[in-house]
């Protein structure tokens, strides 16, 4: 993961992507980051973003430091007009931000090793209902292997 890290965040700019970082007591506690990626929809290829990783240190989980770092992370990326935003994670967690099952949203996973329930989207305000297809990630998750679930017993 730390290298698929380093690798993602050579590909921010100023106006793509963003990594954010929470801090207490002077340290860093926890950490997301936003990356570009692809909507391949009918009418054109859609700029939209993908939420991986996020982590806060163990001894602070449920102080609501990931939820800040999310709602924070929304809040610029609909600011910059970003209009779907993707992740692969627990919906239990997740659906408090709105984001719900991408399968059910005319989107397509960009690997069958992503569990349905695990695909999921966020519809920001500039989305439109033609944004429809399948979601490409960038290549630095293909480049660490760091699409969906590998079968072990293969
Ligand atoms: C997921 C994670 C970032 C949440 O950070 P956090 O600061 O503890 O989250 P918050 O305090 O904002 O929210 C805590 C709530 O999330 C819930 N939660 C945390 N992880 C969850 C999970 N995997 N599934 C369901 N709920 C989860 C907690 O039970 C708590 O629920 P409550 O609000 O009903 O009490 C943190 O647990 C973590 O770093 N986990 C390890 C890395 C990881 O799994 N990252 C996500 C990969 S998709």
Redesign the pocket.
Known sequence: MADLVDTLRDTLTADDGLSLVAEHDGQVV?HVMFTRGLLDAPRRLVDVHVLS????VPP?????????LVRHGLRILAERAVPLVW????P??YTRFGFAAGGGLGFRRPSLRIPDGAFQVLRLPEYEPWMTGTLVYAEPFWRHDAVGLRDPGV
Not at 53 to 56: C, D, I, K, R
Not at 60 to 68: F, Q
Request: no cysteine; hydrophobic share 35%.
């Open positions: 926890g990783p996020l982590a806060v602070l989980h449920g102080h609501g430091i990931g939820s800040a992740l692969e994670g627990d239990r967690y």
